[in-house]
Every structure is written in C-alpha cells, then in structure tokens.
C-alpha cells in the first residue's frame, strides 16, 4: 500500500507540475486591446517550442522524473496536454466575458502545444531512477 500511495504521489506532482506550467505565459493575454488572428499555426508552433525549451532548462535543474513507473509516465504524457488544454480553455473563457478579443479555443490550443513539448522533451530525457 505505501508504495501505490509513493508512486500516485509522484504522479500527481508530475502531473500538476506540467498542467499548471503554462498559466504564468498565458496570464498577460488577459488585457488583449486587439482580436486574436484567425489563423495560428505558427503561435501554436512557437508554444510547442517554448514548452519543449524550458523543459530543456528544467532538465538543468531537475534531472530525474517524479514519475518511476514507465506506464504512469505514458499516462502523463497524454493525459497532461490534454489537462492543461482544457484549464486554459475554461480560464480564457471565463477571461472573454470581460474581453470580447479573447477566444478561448486559441488558449486552450497554445496550452496543449506548450504542455506537449516540455511533457515530449521530460519523457524522452528525463533519468527514470
């Protein structure tokens, strides 16, 4: 039983760790003064290339995972961009009700790019013992 209990613990922290990563990037978006472009292929590129650099940078810092279980690991990595997609989504949502050039659709988007890369770069560099 402890050890189910270590291994959820460790996912958790992994898990909301790469979920609420993005927030700090998309929070000045609140005060748009002009619409977002129709077409943002490149923006989400752009974020995909953001995540996967600072999670280059916290591979510096943090070099082991939280998560030992290979399985878990899998887990996260589908189930984290995912998350965070919808949080950023239902926060920008909320956001365009006082801010008719927010559309939520595109921060929910730029979540799940950004979580994919640092979760990708995490998964495949990350020390697993």
Not at 44 to 67: E, N
């Amino acid at each position: 039983m402890e050890d189910f209990l270590i291994i959820l613990i460790q996912f958790i922290v992994e898990f909301v760790f790469n979920v609420l990563a993005n927030l700090p990037f998309d929070w000045p978006s609140h005060n748009r003064d002009t619409p977002e472009p129709d077409n943002m292929t490149g923006v989400y590129l752009l974020w995909l290339l953001l995540g996967g650099s600072l999670a280059g940078i916290s591979l510096l810092v943090v070099r082991r995972t939280f998560i030992a279980l290979p399985a878990l690991r899998m887990a996260n990595f589908v189930l984290a961009p995912i998350a965070a997609g919808l949080l950023s989504y239902v926060i920008s949502r909320r956001r365009a009700e006082r801010n008719p050039f927010i559309v939520p659709r595109h921060h929910g988007w730029q979540a799940f790019w950004f979580t994919l890369g640092l979760v990708a770069i995490r998964l495949a560099y990350a020390i697993r013992h």
